[in-house]
């Protein structure tokens, strides 16, 4: 069956369905990571997105459950150059994922970058370019959208028993691989709703504000929790978390053009002037600032990648240092600070 992507710029990239018959709608991205795509399809982030891997080849060692981020696809699309083995393919079509292979990602990722990432239809069945086009601008922009809700959890869960320190971890899209990065660093793992407020979380001994989708700004009464936190508890942010605790200090965040997506993503830590190459998804950034707070910095952008505020107990990183997938320069971030924790609680 052929397919085609349709802009809302009117432009349009034809090629083959290799998923499931039907349409879908959402945030055309790109991500520049070379493998990983199971991860990508299944991270919470991609909530609401067509993934386009500019990686030539996707598929090329098959499927597995450990390599899930959560318990279901969260991209409502997957575009790719060529996609390869039956094990992939099949795994997204039983999934209910639309998917075209055959597409000219390269020309798809020049055109993003230049006009910026931009509501699409992707067809897998009849319909009309025009109708895609049309359909594709009926759909809501990414700016304004809080999708956090949609992709928590409704209850507070266990993950990790045990452990030397009792972290609490604020769901708001949360991948997988932070909870295994903070249960094998000798954590107890505990997983919290997007709307806890302080009361719920303060019973632990620290806080992890996780990734998730979305513009950040409409996520106001977490937000709120969020700056409640601060001072009383020990505070680390990722991704969405970061963006939250960075409005929560009044810093403000943006819209980037086309994103941060992809796992060759330059950093610069600013007090050993070391670059790390990190792991990335994220539509939304902190905007540029002199504040001494801003302890990394994209050096594609100048966007700030990381914070630290003694005196509110709280730290955070744009990017993921889990590395689910990824390079692994910041795998150091959780294990140092869950180890800080523990000897805090300790002395405590």
Known sequence: MTGFLALEDGTVFRGDSVGAPGFAFGEAVF???????????????????????????????????????????????????????????????????????????????????????????VVAGAAS???????????????????AAAVSIDEPYVFARGGRTS???????????????????????????????????????????????????PLRDEVVAVRELLGRVPVLGICLGHQLLALALGL???????GHRGTNHPVLER??????????????AVAPTEAR???????YDET????????????????HPEAGPGPHDGWPIIENWVKEVASLAKEA
Not at 252 to 258: D, G, N, R, V
Not at 273 to 284: D, W
Request: hydrophobic letters at 40%; charged letters at 20%.
């Open 304 to 319: 700030v990648e990381g914070l630290d505020v003694p005196e509110a107990r709280a730290r955070s990183v744009q990017f």
């Open 252 to 258: 403000e965040t943006f819209k980037l053009p086309f």
């Open 31 to 121: 991500t520049t990571a070379m493998t990983g795509y199971q991860e990508v399809v299944t991270d919470p982030s991609y909530s609401e997105q067509v993934v386009c891997f500019t990686a030539p080849m996707v598929g090329n060692y098959g499927v597995a459950a450990a390599r899930n981020e959560s318990g279901r696809v969260h991209a409502r699309a997957v575009v790719m150059r060529e996609a390869r083995g039956p094990a992939w393919t099949d795994w997204l079509h039983r999934r209910g994922v639309v998917a075209l292979s055959g597409i000219d990602t390269r020309s798809l990722v020049v055109h993003l970058r230049g006009k910026g990432a931009m509501r699409a239809a």
């Open 167 to 217: 972290i609490a971890v604020v769901d708001y899209g949360c991948k997988r691989s932070i909870l295994r990065r903070l249960a094998a660093a000798g954590a107890g793992v505990t997983v919290y709703p997007h709307h806890s407020g302080p009361e719920e979380l303060l019973g632990h001994d620290a806080v992890l504000l996780s990734n998730g989708p979305g513009d950040p700004e």
């Open 293 to 299: 707070e801003a302890t990394h910095l994209s050096l």
């Open 271 to 284: 007090r050993s002037g070391r670059v790390l190459v990190t792991s990335q998804n994220h539509g939304f």
């Open 129 to 147: 370019a025009d109708e895609a086009v049309g359909a594709a601008n009926a759909q809501p922009p990414m700016a304004g959208r809080a999708l």
